[in-house]
């Protein structure tokens, strides 16, 4: 019971941290997203970088592996830029529940991908996150909105194929210090680039929200993997939810941002889709267990 709870706390901080990384995105204010991603990626792989380096690991990537961790970091990158354009244009607590879609995408791109197969109950929470999504989305000509919104749908749906190739990439054996380090270094060499061609000039203020929006991301990924090595995913993953709470919470505080009664009807569709997976996955769990 100590390492499930030690598990909660980890994946609530986790929560909060992607939060306020995404609150530091935007007061990083009017530069391009890429360039917010650069920063961003930048201090996680030095954080990465580190971690290997006090570790004493070597980082083996073999013939295997390479295309698998190439296709994780390209998927990652386009839900990263999304999610930050998402974040810089509409509500925090919109943007967050729209790259929330990921792990419905994730079951999508598992069949797709993995050949697993879609039961009749995740079809259908595929089904109703969907129309929640909708909800917030809001697809009319008349939403001023709709671009930024299906931006931020296109994040969601790029983190959930990243996702796939984690998950394929754990059964490799490949040590998951080394896949945040690829990725992020592969982030920044995409991006560096436009940030060479169009850097836009920072102030000291934006500077440091992109530095705390780095900070925040290394610690939330750190949080959530201490998370997943106390507990497993199937008994907290569906904690991962608070950071929606947290987006809507920093957003009214920071921002007076306050979500329609359509986006919060979309929240609960979504989220209660989540919360029903979490429940199957780990009924499902429990029934294989030796009795």
Known sequence: MKGYTRGIVCILMSAFCFALMNVCVRLAGDLPSVQKSFFRNLIAAVFALVLLIRE????????????ML??????????????????????LADASMLNKMSPF??????????KEKITPMQGMAVLAAFIGSLMIIRPTFSNMDLFPSL??????AGAGAAYTMVRKLGQTGINRTVIV????????????????FDYHPMSGMQL????????A????QFAITAAYCYAPAREISVYDYSQVIFSAFLGFVLFQQIPDWMSVFGYILI?????ALFFYHRRQADCVKPQ
Do not use: E
């Open 151 to 156: 931006i931020g749908l296109l994040g969601g």
């Open 181 to 196: 380090l690829f990725f992020s270094a592969f982030s920044c060499l995409v991006t560096l680039p436009f940030l060479v």
């Open 271 to 275: 989220c209660g889709s989540g919360v």
């Open 70 to 91: 190439i296709l994780r970091s390209v998927f990652g990158t386009v839900g990263i830029l999304c999610n930050f354009y998402a974040v810089d244009h509409l509500v």
């Open 105 to 114: 995408f994730a079951i999508i791109c598992s069949w797709l991908v993995l």
């Open 217 to 220: 991301a290394s610690g939330g």
């Open 208 to 215: 440091m929200a992109l530095l705390g929006a780095g900070l």
């Open 56 to 67: 004493r690991q070597v980082p083996i990537i073999t013939k295997r592996q390479l295309p």
